[in-house]
């Protein structure tokens, strides 16, 4: 039933990849308490709120392979890591300030087996200065961490020319 709400967005997927997705879902379930990840529990929720919206972005036609992508504010490891097994070639690299986050991304990218994932622990305006992650990604993405303005002080740094930032920002 869940690969019905993949196919709905267009966008298809395969069976590793929807093994995948519940992989994850067991994983952020079981560890929510311990790490505080999210405060929706619900599986068609988790799938439509947070794998679903943070893969809609390949609607857009960005050719993902063999890129590197920045995720700002990774928390929970959305969109990092829907992204990451849509387009396993994508080299990403998620930057949250709270380390507990950091470590459930790793128990995650270590279950699904995901290479390619690199993690910092630290603030987006401290890294933005740091010469081996300014203008290096050719994506930089952020899912719910700021207002616009401010995101893009954050985030615009890391981006390589003639990259993109994608922001995941609502109409609102």
């Given at each position: 039933i869940m690969r019905s709400y993949f196919d709905l967005t267009g966008i298809s997927i395969t069976d590793r990849q929807l093994s995948q997705f519940e992989t994850f879902f067991d994983l952020l379930i079981s560890e929510n308490e311990k790490y505080n990840l999210t405060g929706i529990t619900?599986?068609?929720?988790?799938?439509?709120?947070?794998?679903?919206?943070?893969?809609?972005?390949?609607?857009?036609?960005?050719?993902?392979?063999?890129?590197?992508?920045?995720?700002?504010?990774?928390?929970?490891?959305?969109p990092a890591i829907p992204l990451k097994i849509m387009e396993p070639t994508l080299s990403v690299t998620g930057l949250d300030a709270l380390n507990k986050r950091l470590h459930f991304i790793e128990l995650v990218c270590d279950s699904l087996g995901l290479s390619q994932m690199s993690l910092l622990h630290g603030r987006a305006e401290d890294f933005g200065h740091d010469l081996k992650h300014r203008e290096q990604y050719d994506f930089v993405v952020s899912r719910a961490v700021a207002e616009l303005r401010l995101l893009l002080e954050f985030t615009m740094p890391f981006v390589k020319v003639n990259g993109y930032f994608l922001a995941y920002k609502s109409l609102k």
């Open positions: 619900d599986k068609q929720d988790v799938y439509v709120k947070h794998f679903i919206d943070s893969i809609l972005i390949n609607k857009l036609n960005f050719d993902f392979s063999n890129k590197t992508m920045m995720d700002i504010g990774t928390g929970a490891g959305f």
